[in-house]
């Protein structure tokens, strides 16, 4: 019987990683997208000044997959929120319950840090993704429409003003 574990990322695990964010690209089918390294993730996530955090999901001691998140904060709650950036389970390793795993830390992790809610994006097509989500009694936020702002328009904006 295997044996499933969570347990925070360390500085060793940047490689996998960035392994693990690249095969998430390819399955979104933005792999081309991808600009971290290895060292950009060493930097964004071990680093003194790091904000972003991640867990590994392990199966019988081997890394199958991972979450990357960090904090927000709701000034209508005044309170943190937890924001899952990536989970990314190994193809190969998928419905062995490690998805759920991972989120369920991530739950420990908000309660544990006073957060009072937990938040993630999904593209419109993952299905599968999006029957986990649901059955686990999260709801879509439809009425909410994202926005990014990237490259020379960012750069405009900050010496707009």
Not at 22 to 46: C, G, N, P, Q
Not at 81 to 101: A, C, I, T
Request: proline residues 1%; charged residues 25%; glycine residues 8%.
């Amino acid at each position: 019987m295997s044996t499933l574990t969570v347990r925070c990322a360390v500085r060793t695990d940047a490689a996998q990683i960035h392994n693990f964010i690249v095969e998430l690209a390819r399955y979104e089918k933005a792999e081309h997208e991808v600009e971290s390294s290895i060292a950009d993730i060493e930097s964004s996530l071990f680093s003194d000044h790091s904000t972003a955090h991640a867990i590994i999901g392990e199966k019988d001691g081997v890394a199958i997959g991972m979450a990357v998140y960090f904090f927000n904060y709701s000034t209508w709650l005044g309170k943190n929120g937890l924001y899952l950036e990536d989970l990314y389970v190994s193809e190969q390793h998928r419905g062995v319950g490690m998805g759920k795993k991972l989120l369920s830390h991530l739950a420990s992790i908000a309660i544990d840090k006073d957060c009072e809610r937990m938040e993630w994006s999904v593209l419109d097509w993952n299905q599968p993704a999006i029957d986990v989500y649901n059955a686990l009694g999260a709801k879509p936020r439809d009425e909410w429409i994202g926005y990014r702002i990237t490259g020379d328009a960012l750069v405009r904006l900050a010496s707009s003003g």
